[in-house]
């Protein structure tokens, strides 16, 4: 069974700082895909990144980057010059391939951002 | 914004009662994902629907159904409510196609009494 697990409740840190949410997970399939989700107080779960385990180069996205290791079976999030804006709960998730395409979901780790 | 849209914004029900909660996905987006999520957790799957067939469940009891229409949007149906069904319910469209990111409405906030 896959599963993902994330064991920071929560972070602060400073405007302008880089943070890094941790991410690790289990699967015994050799192809997956892992995701990150901000979800802001509204509830709705914003995509902000993937990367699929048979890519060679970590993803970015402006201001986000995915740390893979999978030696590791880590998913580490970068958040670069972090925003006030950046303050949420962030959820880590994991598709394997073929079959429902279902993700499963870390418990998450809150975020908050000081000016 | 992702496009994709859900009905109710908050839903209050008692206990045995029924509920439909209704989704539309995203432009060109033929794949709909429901999700339950609980009050300090992350979101659980109950199922998936691809052109218009179950493609795909979690582990949630019968009680739990849905439905996908011929333009892709989909409801949600739960009987016999209990008051563990409370919870956000998010509904995610995506493609098959390329990596299958799944883009998230803004949810329906389940309250059961």
């Known amino acids: 069974a896959q599963k993902i697990t994330q064991t920071q409740p929560g972070m602060f840190v400073q405007e302008k700082e880089a943070v890094t949410l941790d991410c690790t997970y289990d699967?015994?399939?050799?192809?997956?895909?892992l995701f990150w989700y901000k979800q802001p107080s509204s509830g709705e779960m914003i995509f902000l990144i993937y990367?699929?385990?048979?890519?060679?180069q970590n993803a970015t996205e402006g201001r986000y980057s995915l740390n893979l290791q999978k030696a590791r079976k880590s998913a580490n999030l970068v958040i670069s010059a972090s925003q006030l804006g950046d303050s949420a709960m962030y959820f880590c998730?994991?598709?394997?391939?073929?079959?429902?395409?279902?993700?499963?979901f870390g418990k998450g780790m809150k975020l908050t951002v000081n000016p | 914004e992702t496009g994709v849209t859900q009905s109710p914004t908050h839903l209050i029900k008692t206990r045995g009662q029924q509920v439909t909660l209704r989704c539309s996905s995203q432009?060109?987006?033929?794949?709909v994902s429901w999700y339950q999520q609980a009050l300090g957790q992350g979101p659980q799957f109950i199922f998936q629907?691809?052109?218009?067939?179950?493609?795909g469940r979690g582990n949630f009891p019968p009680r739990f159904s849905g439905l996908q229409f011929p333009n892709y949007s989909s409801e949600l149906n739960v009987n016999a409510l209990e008051l563990d069904d409370s919870a956000l319910y998010l509904c995610?469209?995506?493609?098959?196609?390329?990596?299958?990111?799944?883009?998230f409405g803004p949810g329906t906030r389940l309250t059961v009494l």
């Open positions: 995610a469209s995506s493609s098959l196609a390329g990596v299958g990111e799944q883009f």
């Open positions: 699967t015994s399939d050799p192809s997956y895909g």
């Open positions: 990367q699929g385990s048979y890519d060679q």
């Open positions: 998730a994991m598709r394997v391939q073929g079959g429902s395409e279902k993700l499963v």
């Open positions: 432009s060109g987006h033929n794949t």
């Open positions: 629907y691809y052109r218009e067939e179950e493609n």
